[in-house]
């Protein structure tokens, strides 16, 4: 299933990565067009210092200055108006550019330059490989009337852009990578309440009044709490209405059948020798009838709500209405903690339903559980179910859809154990039918009554 903070997160992680790559290249080509302008007027401010120091020198015809310059990446040449060299840089070449005015690229080959163009070949000292990004402007003194011309490497200019560009691109990517980190983190922590509500909703019984969901401080939140509460008190309404109907039934149905057990008594002892096995089966019924009715009605009256109290088990089978025939065999020591109304009404619904299954014996045993708590082990000799049976009732407890897939018994001792915390399974007999009701520890701040 998806997750809403694992699908937020490639979102962002993708607008992150998108965003940053399409910055990177925004930055790179603009970077490549800001030094392009920045280089092209470092060389306009370069051709004015030169035309300062060379203004007052008088013409010396091709004369190299600096010849000690190791400068590889720029050059100049001062030229007179008639296209002879007057001054150059060791790198220069001999012979004059002839170019137009302005910003030009040459590329060192005469054949791509303009048609006005022009290089001489061969220098002296000076090269004139490669391509150039070169300026001419004109070049007024009293001594020449001409053109002041400053070249740079394409080369040098090209790293310059490169290293420029990919310092920029890479800095927006790094930005880019920060805020994709951050809005990661920041959209997980916004996402926290939410796991918070999850986790409070997983511990939230709408039936239990003293429970209630923790206040939450985002407007969404707040509208789902305030919809989970309601829908958990009109659920609760409709659960005590339900509760109240039935136990209100459970009672008027005690009368009645208190009056027919007596009446069944009375007429098993004046009866027939022929009519007394009938009349036996039928009072067995009802009495039968009459225990399910007290458990109801144990269960309703309690609505769930559990008083703890340290209860000897063996002390609470012996006022419970149990089938007759059925042997016990309980344990010496027989003291847990529990609500003895709710564990009655497990425990008499369990031991019909041995009795039901042509049960005689059921045996009884207590352990003390890890953590807290205790296990009541019951297994009878009855006719058990077999092993495909057993699992689909293990499946309908561990779900608790009980529906069609078993009876009271099994669902009420099942309520009745997680209502203590526990759980009830059906481990595996080699008598006949095996049930293993655990029961949880007393709560914290619970007093248990001796």
């Given at each position: 299933?998806?997750?809403?903070?694992?699908?937020?997160?490639?979102?962002?992680?993708?607008?992150?990565?998108?965003?940053?790559?399409?910055?990177?290249?925004?930055?790179?080509?603009?970077?490549?067009?800001?030094?392009?302008?920045?280089?092209?007027?470092?060389?306009?401010?370069?051709?004015?210092?030169?035309?300062?120091?060379?203004?007052?020198?008088?013409?010396?015809?091709?004369?190299?200055?600096?010849?000690?310059?190791?400068?590889?990446?720029?050059?100049?040449?001062?030229?007179?108006?008639?296209?002879?060299?007057?001054?150059?840089?060791?790198?220069?070449?001999?012979?004059?550019?002839?170019?137009?005015?302005?910003?030009?690229?040459?590329?060192?080959?005469?054949?791509?330059?303009?048609?006005?163009?022009?290089?001489?070949?061969?220098?002296?000292?000076?090269?004139?490989?490669?391509?150039?990004?070169?300026?001419?402007?004109?070049?007024?003194?009293?001594?020449?009337?001409?053109?002041?011309?400053?070249?740079?490497?394409?080369?040098?200019?090209?790293?310059?852009?490169?290293?420029?560009?990919m310092a920029s691109a890479l800095s927006a990517l790094l930005v880019g990578g920060f805020c994709m980190v951050w809005l990661n983190r920041r959209a997980r922590r916004e996402l926290e309440p939410l796991s918070?509500?999850?986790?409070?909703?997983?511990?939230?019984?709408?039936?239990?009044?003293?429970?209630?969901?923790?206040?939450?401080?985002?407007?969404?939140?707040?509208?789902?709490?305030?919809?989970?509460?309601?829908?958990?008190?009109?659920?609760?309404?409709?659960?005590?209405?339900?509760?109240?109907?039935?136990?209100?039934?459970?009672?008027?149905?005690?009368?009645?059948?208190?009056?027919?057990d007596a009446q069944l008594a009375v007429a098993l002892r004046e009866a027939p020798e022929g009519q007394r096995e009938r009349l036996q089966r039928t009072r067995e019924a009802t009495d039968r009838l009459r225990?399910?009715?007290?458990?109801?009605?144990?269960?309703?009256?309690?609505?769930?709500?559990?008083?703890?109290?340290?209860?000897?088990?063996?002390?609470?089978?012996?006022?419970?209405?149990?089938?007759?025939?059925?042997?016990?065999?309980?344990?010496?020591?027989?003291?847990?903690?529990?609500?003895?109304?709710?564990?009655?009404?497990?425990?008499?619904?369990?031991?019909?339903?041995?009795?039901?299954?042509?049960?005689?014996?059921?045996?009884?045993?207590?352990?003390?559980?890890?953590?807290?708590?205790?296990?009541?082990?019951?297994?009878?000799?009855?006719?058990?179910?077999?092993?495909?049976?057993?699992?689909?009732?293990?499946?309908?407890?561990?779900?608790?859809?009980?529906?069609?897939?078993?009876?009271?018994?099994?669902?009420?001792?099942?309520?009745?154990?997680?209502?203590?915390?526990?759980?009830?399974?059906?481990?595996?007999?080699?008598?006949?039918?095996?049930?293993?009701?655990?029961?949880?520890?007393?709560?914290?701040?619970?007093?248990?009554?001796?």
């Open positions: 299933m998806p997750s809403i903070a694992g699908r937020l997160g490639r979102q962002v992680l993708l607008i992150s990565l998108c965003w940053a790559l399409l910055a990177g290249v925004l930055v790179w080509a603009v970077v490549q067009e800001e030094v392009d302008e920045l280089l092209d007027e470092t060389m306009q401010a370069s051709s004015q210092v030169l035309g300062q120091l060379l203004r007052d020198r008088p013409p010396e015809g091709g004369a190299v200055a600096d010849d000690d310059d190791l400068s590889t990446h720029f050059s100049w040449q001062l030229v007179r108006g008639d296209g002879s060299l007057l001054f150059r840089s060791p790198l220069a070449p001999s012979s004059p550019w002839r170019l137009p005015v302005g910003f030009s690229d040459w590329n060192g080959d005469a054949a791509s330059s303009p048609p006005h163009a022009a290089l001489g070949h061969g220098s002296e000292h000076g090269s004139h490989d490669g391509d150039w990004r070169v300026l001419v402007r004109p070049f007024k003194t009293r001594y020449v009337d001409g053109w002041l011309i400053v070249a740079q490497t394409s080369a040098e200019r090209r790293e310059v852009r490169d290293r420029v560009g918070d509500m999850t986790r409070a909703l997983a511990q939230y019984d709408p039936l239990d009044s003293r429970q209630s969901l923790p206040e939450q401080h985002r407007q969404e939140l707040a509208a789902i709490r305030s919809a989970v509460l309601d829908l958990g008190h009109r659920l609760a309404q409709r659960v005590a209405n339900e509760r109240a109907f039935s136990a209100h039934a459970a009672h008027a149905l005690r009368t009645p059948l208190a009056g027919m225990r399910v009715v007290t458990a109801l009605l144990t269960l309703f009256r309690t609505g769930m709500s559990l008083q703890w109290q340290s209860l000897d088990v063996n002390e609470l089978l012996g006022h419970l209405p149990l089938p007759d025939g059925l042997v016990l065999d309980l344990p010496e020591e027989g003291r847990v903690q529990a609500d003895p109304d709710l564990l009655a009404a497990a425990l008499i619904n369990l031991l019909d339903n041995a009795c039901r299954h042509r049960a005689t014996r059921v045996t009884l045993r207590i352990r003390s559980s890890e953590g807290g708590g205790c296990e009541l082990a019951l297994e009878d000799n009855g006719d058990g179910v077999d092993a495909d049976k057993r699992d689909d009732l293990n499946a309908a407890l561990a779900s608790q859809q009980y529906e069609g897939r078993m009876g009271l018994g099994l669902m009420m001792a099942h309520l009745v154990a997680r209502a203590h915390g526990g759980d009830l399974v059906l481990p595996r007999s080699e008598l006949g039918f095996a049930v293993s009701m655990r029961l949880g520890p007393a709560p914290a701040g619970n007093e248990v009554v001796a």
